[in-house]
Each structure stands twice: as structure tokens, then as C-alpha cells.
């Protein structure tokens, strides 16, 4: 390599240390330190997805993409919590799910003093102030602003009683009415939760 290409490829590699990004998508604000990753975010704009997988037939914008999607596939999780026994298929799922280890909520109600380790926790909260319940049962006129709500209540539909009482034979659909339940055996009034 002559001397020349050689100061050429070290002022593009001195980029990843300094952090200088020269390469700015005109279509949006991201900017990048090396060319060939702005022409990759280039393929964004254009809708091109070059990388499809063939089981599933899904396609991607860059090579990185399809891999981490392939994970889904396989079931492969290499990203594991060291505090607990959860792993993850992706690195972003992880860097979220270590915000409950360390206590963050950066995802604040502007509503309510309440706050989310996610952005999902939080969007799925907000239904509560907006009245909106877009989970509908298809067996009764019911309607819930969480998933979960829904499942918990098919359980009534499909005459499902998981949660058992140690003290004596009865079951119940959910987890509430045992704690009411259980006010019967202890003397105690029950506790009673309130979430949004």
C-alpha cells in the first residue's frame, strides 16, 4: 500500500475514535463516520431490502438485520441478564430489561406521577386516562384497555379457575378474587389493588 492510501484509509479509521460523522443522509438528521455505512442507511429511504429469508419470507435493509431476525427462528438468545436467568434474542431487549435491575423509569405519565422502565408500558398506561379499549371479547360485550385484562377474562368464558385456595377447595378465574378469598380463612380485610 502506498504511503498515500495508507493516510487515507487511517483518517477513515480515526473517525471511529473521534466520533466525526461526515456522511449525512440528506433525508434525515443521522450522519455517519464511514461512507459505506451512510450508502447501507441510504437503502432505508429507498424502501430496497435486498436480504430476504427464505422461510418466512421476510425482507431486510442490511445483512445485521436479517441476522438478528434469524434469531427468531431459531430460538437462540445469547444476550443474558447476569442478575437473573432471563436472555434475550436482542441486545436493545436487554439494555431495557436491565433498567428493572437498576430501577429506571424514564418513561414518565404526563398525566399521573407514574413512570415505566418502557416506552410500551408507558403507551399501554395512557389508554387508561384515554378511556380506550381496544381489546374486545368476542364472547360477551366486554371491552379492556390491556391484553392482559382480555386473557383474564377469557378465563371466565372457558371456565378456567388456576388460582387455588390452600385452606380449603375453592378455585378461582383470577388472582383478585383468591385475595378476596382468602379474607374469609385469615379474618383480614382484603386488600385492594388498584392498577392503570
Same mark, same amino acid.
Not at 56 to 66: A, I, N, R, V, Y
Not at 93 to 111: I, Q, S, T
Not at 171 to 186: D, I, K, P, Y
Given at each position: 500500500?502506498?504511503?498515500?492510501?495508507?493516510?487515507?484509509?487511517?483518517?477513515?479509521?480515526?473517525?471511529?475514535?473521534?466520533?466525526?460523522?461526515?456522511?449525512?443522509? !440528506? &433525508?434525515? @438528521? /443521522? =450522519?455517519?463516520?464511514? $461512507?459505506? #455505512?451512510?450508502? +447501507?442507511?441510504?437503502? *432505508?429511504?429507498? %424502501?430496497?431490502?435486498?436480504?430476504?429469508?427464505?422461510?418466512?419470507?421476510?425482507?431486510?435493509?442490511?445483512?445485521?438485520?436479517?441476522?438478528?431476525?434469524?434469531?427468531?427462528?431459531?430460538?437462540?438468545?445469547?444476550?443474558?441478564?447476569?442478575?437473573?436467568?432471563?436472555?434475550?434474542?436482542?441486545?436493545?431487549?436487554?439494555?431495557?430489561?436491565?433498567?428493572?435491575?437498576?430501577?429506571?423509569?424514564?418513561?414518565?405519565? !404526563? &398525566?399521573? @406521577? /407514574? =413512570?415505566?422502565?418502557? $416506552?410500551? #408500558?408507558?403507551? +399501554?398506561?395512557?389508554? *387508561?386516562?384515554? %378511556?380506550?379499549?381496544?381489546?374486545?371479547?368476542?364472547?360477551?360485550?366486554?371491552?379492556?384497555?390491556?391484553?392482559?385484562?382480555?386473557?383474564?377474562?377469557?378465563?371466565?368464558?372457558?371456565?378456567?379457575?388456576?388460582?387455588?385456595?390452600?385452606?380449603?377447595?375453592?378455585?378461582?378465574?383470577?388472582?383478585?378474587?383468591?385475595?378476596?378469598?382468602?379474607?374469609?380463612?385469615?379474618?383480614?380485610?382484603?386488600?385492594?389493588?388498584?392498577?392503570?
Amino acid at each position: 500500500m502506498d504511503k498515500c492510501a495508507s493516510a487515507a484509509v487511517l483518517a477513515t479509521h480515526s473517525r471511529i475514535h473521534t466520533g466525526d460523522k461526515p456522511y449525512k443522509s !440528506h &433525508m434525515c @438528521d /443521522k =450522519a455517519f463516520s464511514q $461512507s459505506g #455505512e451512510l450508502k +447501507r442507511h441510504m437503502r *432505508v429511504h429507498a %424502501g430496497e431490502k435486498p436480504y430476504k429469508y427464505h422461510m418466512c419470507d421476510k425482507t431486510f435493509c442490511q445483512s445485521g438485520e436479517l441476522n438478528r431476525h434469524l434469531r427468531v427462528h431459531t430460538g437462540d438468545k445469547p444476550y443474558k441478564c447476569h442478575m437473573c436467568d432471563k436472555a434475550f434474542s436482542q441486545s436493545g431487549d436487554l439494555k431495557r430489561h436491565m433498567r428493572v435491575h437498576a430501577g429506571e423509569k424514564p418513561y414518565k405519565c !404526563h &398525566m399521573c @406521577d /407514574k =413512570a415505566f422502565c418502557q $416506552s410500551g #408500558e408507558l403507551n +399501554r398506561h395512557l389508554r *387508561v386516562h384515554a %378511556g380506550e379499549k381496544p381489546y374486545k371479547c368476542h364472547m360477551c360485550d366486554k371491552a379492556f384497555s390491556q391484553s392482559g385484562e382480555l386473557k383474564r377474562h377469557m378465563r371466565v368464558h372457558a371456565g378456567e379457575k388456576p388460582y387455588k385456595c390452600h385452606m380449603c377447595d375453592k378455585a378461582f378465574c383470577q388472582s383478585g378474587e383468591l385475595n378476596r378469598h382468602m379474607s374469609v380463612h385469615t379474618g383480614d380485610k382484603p386488600i385492594q389493588v388498584f392498577t392503570a
